[in-house]
């Protein structure tokens, strides 16, 4: 019985150690996922800043067009029309670059989330079998408390207990 005790206790410190592997694995992954994620938030803020630069470059031409620009059109109004359709197109792109931005990040807070439970069930996996092994080794200590009393009483018994044992056989 001993044997099988010892065996299990030593299958459930491998376990263990698998299961604290698998947890440094998931936790490595969630740190991953989180840089990640926090690349993407910031190319966000970036390509929203750089949209919202270009819609005050478009608003700054458009007042430029209509205020102290408007006695001069007929010379520079090819020049206006040229980077009024450039930073049209530039505004598109920047639009379309913050939605794509957008999509990103929340594919990456989902993969995020993921694994963060993958995390959280590695962790809980762990635990168990830390407890499981605690639980071993206290049957363990037990069980070699038990054999070591079984060994000592019989030294410890008094001589007249075995004088009236010999005299009832």
């Known amino acids: 019985m001993t044997f099988n005790v010892a065996s299990r206790f030593a299958e459930l410190r491998q376990l ?17 996922r989180r840089a ?17 630069e270009l819609n005050l470059k478009r608003r700054a031409l458009a007042d430029w067009v209509a205020g102290e620009g408007a006695s001069s059109m007929t010379q520079l109004q090819a020049f206006a029309n040229a980077r009024h359709a450039f930073l049209a197109e ?16 929340a594919n990456a807070e989902q993969q995020l989330a993921q694994a963060h439970e993958r995390w959280i069930r590695a962790c809980s996996q762990t635990q168990s079998v830390e407890r ?18 079984r060994e000592i009483e019989p030294a410890v018994r008094p001589a007249h207990e075995d004088i009236r044992m010999e005299g009832l056989a």
Do not use: F, I, K, W
């Not at 299961?19 to 991953?32: M, S, V, Y």
């Not at 990640?36 to 919202?52: G, K, M, T």
């Not at 920047?94 to 999509?103: C, H, K, P, R, S």
């Open 90 to 105: 530039a505004c598109e792109r920047a639009e379309y670059a913050v939605l794509d931005d957008q999509e990103a990040l």
């Open 16 to 32: 263990l150690r698998l299961r604290e592997l698998r947890q440094e694995g998931a936790r490595a992954d969630r740190e991953a």
């Open 132 to 149: 499981l092994l605690a639980r071993t080794r206290a049957d363990m200590a037990r069980r070699s408390e038990l054999r070591a009393e």
């Open 36 to 52: 990640e994620r926090d690349h993407v938030a910031a190319l966000l803020q970036e390509h929203q800043a750089q949209l919202e």
